[in-house]
């Protein structure tokens, strides 16, 4: 069927040119506040990319919200949000390091947070749009005025839910430690991403 040889081209070229691009996770340096949790905060990332947070230090987590709800899980505020969540990965001094791995398969601003930070401002996001006013500064504003609980509005939640099929939710997401086999470059790592693709967890905005 010509739809399904398309979809096959069309995915061996997004394979083809998939980058991993890495935000490293972890307490802020001294000088530092919480807005510097996520190592960068702001990514830019093609759909098919994988976003890969990469837990170096402290007792932190990268969590998808909404920009009204900076520090509540996605799902709990829109239903039809099947966001990620690593939950808190405590890293032992450093020496339990784990990442969470996020295939990017839409070109939506996703916004994410740190469980134990957001209060502060320990937040994110990936494909901020330049033009938009939902800014990063305003997002970190947010969760340091709502103090990492209540909503700026009232979200009623959607009730046309189009739960993907195939796609697991956050809490199933799998816990890969890794002891530094890879190099040491922080930013964007350009290989093949063939192992990388089925990764049971997606960034999935409908
Ligand atoms: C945290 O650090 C950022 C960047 O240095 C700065 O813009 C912001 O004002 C600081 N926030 C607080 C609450 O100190
Ligand atoms: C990580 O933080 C959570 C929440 O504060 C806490 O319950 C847990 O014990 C911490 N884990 C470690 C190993 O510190
Ligand atoms: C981390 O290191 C400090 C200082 O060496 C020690 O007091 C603390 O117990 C360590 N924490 C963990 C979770 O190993
Ligand atoms: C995402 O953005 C790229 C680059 O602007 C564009 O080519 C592509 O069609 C967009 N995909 C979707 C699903 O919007
Ligand atoms: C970015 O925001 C501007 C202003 O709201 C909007 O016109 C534009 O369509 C947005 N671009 C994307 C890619 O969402
Ligand atoms: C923010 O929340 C924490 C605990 O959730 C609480 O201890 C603190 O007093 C709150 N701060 C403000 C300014 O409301
Ligand atoms: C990786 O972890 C294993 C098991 O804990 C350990 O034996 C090994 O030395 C570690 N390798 C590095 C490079 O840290
Ligand atoms: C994660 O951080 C550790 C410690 O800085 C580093 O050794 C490792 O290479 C990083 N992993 C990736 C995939 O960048
Ligand atoms: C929930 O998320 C979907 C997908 O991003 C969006 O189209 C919808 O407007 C959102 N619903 C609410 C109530 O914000």
Same mark, same amino acid.
């Given at each position: ?63 998808? +919200? !909404?920009?009204? @709800?900076?520090?509540?899980? /996605?799902?709990? %505020? ?7 969540? &690593? ?62 609980? +209540? !909503?700026?509005? @009232?979200?009623?939640?959607? /009730?046309?839910? %189009? ?7 956050? &809490? ?35």
């Amino acid at each position: 069927m010509r739809p399904f040889a398309l979809a096959a081209v069309l995915s061996a070229v997004v394979v083809a040119s998939a980058k991993q691009i890495v935000i490293t996770v972890g307490d802020p340096l001294s000088s530092d506040n919480a807005t510097t949790v996520f190592r960068p905060a702001e990514v830019k990332a093609n759909i098919g990319d994988v976003v890969l947070f990469n837990f170096t230090q402290g007792n932190h987590s990268a969590t998808q +919200s !909404t920009f009204a @709800s900076p520090c509540i899980p /996605a799902h709990d %505020t829109n239903v039809t949000i099947n966001g990620f969540n &690593s939950d808190l990965r405590p890293t032992n001094n450093g020496t339990a390091i784990t990442n969470l791995p996020v295939t990017i398969t839409t070109n939506d601003t996703i916004w994410f947070y740190d469980i134990a930070t957001c209060a502060e401002g320990g937040v994110g996001g990936i494909n901020i749009n330049d033009s938009s006013t939902e800014t990063l500064e305003g997002f970190e504003r947010n969760a340091i005025r709502l103090n990492g609980t +209540s !909503t700026s509005s @009232s979200s009623a939640a959607s /009730a046309t839910s %189009t739960s993907p099929s195939g796609t697991s939710s956050g &809490s199933t997401a799998s816990r890969t430690p890794t002891n530094g086999s890879t190099n040491a470059a922080e930013r964007v790592v350009v290989r093949a991403l063939a192992a990388a693709v089925p990764m049971a967890l997606v960034a999935m905005l409908l």
